[in-house]
């Protein structure tokens, strides 16, 4: 754990810097969005995350398939691309082994646009800089990353665009959602976001919402079926496989907090469209993991949800009594920070971290 330690250790002190320039800069008068050494400190905090994640070695369950790319993903790109067969990676491949079929270089390639892509989306809208970048660590993002990398991958593009739905530009949506769906077809299923995020919030609505996931969590059939179209392919369901069987509990609990939190904070008071919006995305997220909750298979989509909850938390935790802001805040890092730790240290993939240069 020595290195996740120290890790969350320096996102803490660079985050808290950038946080400290921003006052700065405002009581001095300054525009904050052109701050550099802010700007610098942001910067410091993304090469930190992407080194440590670009550099690893066997950390992650599916780590070996990527690491041996050039045999994995060698199949014609062109024909994968007529077939809408994910080519992303493929044509990645392509582009990449002119140069070098070391595995390394396709790994730290892969983990740089997924974390720096969310990084970015999460610096540029967020006002909390310590809280949201302290909770990308704390929620699962980044170690998650370690793990699903070619859903990561495709989540990052979805985070990059996700801001279309709020600005009700559907077609630039839909193409963001198409090329996410070239790295992974599982991306399509975010196209039912754009259509309930922008609504409103209030019990009737909630309550469609909940007993619809609850129609899904028990009707398995009808997402499997749907999957294994998408696929091309018969998806058999056994009981305790890893297409049936129950999600962790505590996890599911995780997911649904949030927006549990938010929406009692926010029932009676004034919300601005972007706080809606953001809600709603909570709300969506919890709403997902029971959907999932008896399949891990299914319950991997949230994780296209999982990636703006820091920046979802930033926009939602405020409170016009400053002190009772910090308290809040610090108890939701001190929650996750155990919860990160409780999911670091059960997993033997990612316990045992080890570096490149150690191969």
């Known amino acids: 754990m020595a290195v996740y330690y120290l890790t969350a250790l320096s996102v803490f002190v660079f985050s808290a810097l950038a946080l400290y320039s921003n006052y700065v800069a405002t009581e001095t008068g300054q525009l904050i969005k052109n701050n550099h050494v802010t700007k610098l400190f942001l910067l410091t905090i993304t090469l930190i995350l992407v080194s440590i994640s670009g550099f690893r070695y066997y950390v992650g369950t599916d780590f070996g398939a990527y690491y041996r790319f050039a045999d994995s993903y060698s199949k014609d790109w062109l024909s994968t691309l007529k077939n809408l067969d994910e080519p992303g990676f493929p044509i990645l491949t392509a582009i990449i082994t002119p140069f ?79 090329i996410a769906f070239l790295f992974h077809k599982s991306a399509i299923i975010m196209i039912v976001p754009y259509f309930i995020l922008r609504g409103k919030i209030n019990l009737k609505n909630i309550a469609i919402l909940i007993g619809f996931s609850i129609l899904l969590l028990y009707n398995y059939e009808l997402i499997f079926s749907f999957i294994g179209g998408l696929k091309e392919e018969e998806i058999i369901i056994q009981e305790g496989s890893y297409y049936l069987r129950q999600v962790n509990i505590l996890r599911v609990l995780v997911s649904m907090m949030p927006a549990i939190f938010c929406f009692f904070v926010y029932t009676k008071s004034e919300k601005t469209p972007e706080q809606t919006f953001y809600l709603n995305w909570l709300i969506l997220y919890g709403l997902f993991a029971i959907i999932g909750m008896n399949s891990p298979y299914i319950s991997r989509i949230n994780i296209y949800l999982m990636i703006l909850l820091p920046l979802a938390l930033g926009k939602l935790v405020v409170f016009k009594n400053k002190n009772f802001e910090i308290f809040v805040k610090a108890g939701i890092l001190i929650f996750f920070f155990f919860y990160w730790r409780y999911e670091i240290s059960n997993s033997s993939a990612l316990y045992n971290f080890r570096f490149i240069w150690n191969r």
């Open 100 to 178: 070098t079929t070391d595995g390394a270089v396709f790994i730290f390639i892969t983990s740089a646009f997924t974390v720096a892509s969310i990084l970015a989306i999460t610096f540029k809208y967020t006002d909390t800089y310590l809280f949201s970048t302290l909770l990308f660590l704390f929620v699962g993002i980044w170690h998650g990353s370690f793990n699903g990398v070619r859903q990561f991958f495709a989540a990052a593009i979805i985070c990059l665009g996700h801001r279309f739905i709020f600005d009700k530009k559907l077609l630039k949506y839909m193409l963001c959602v198409f």
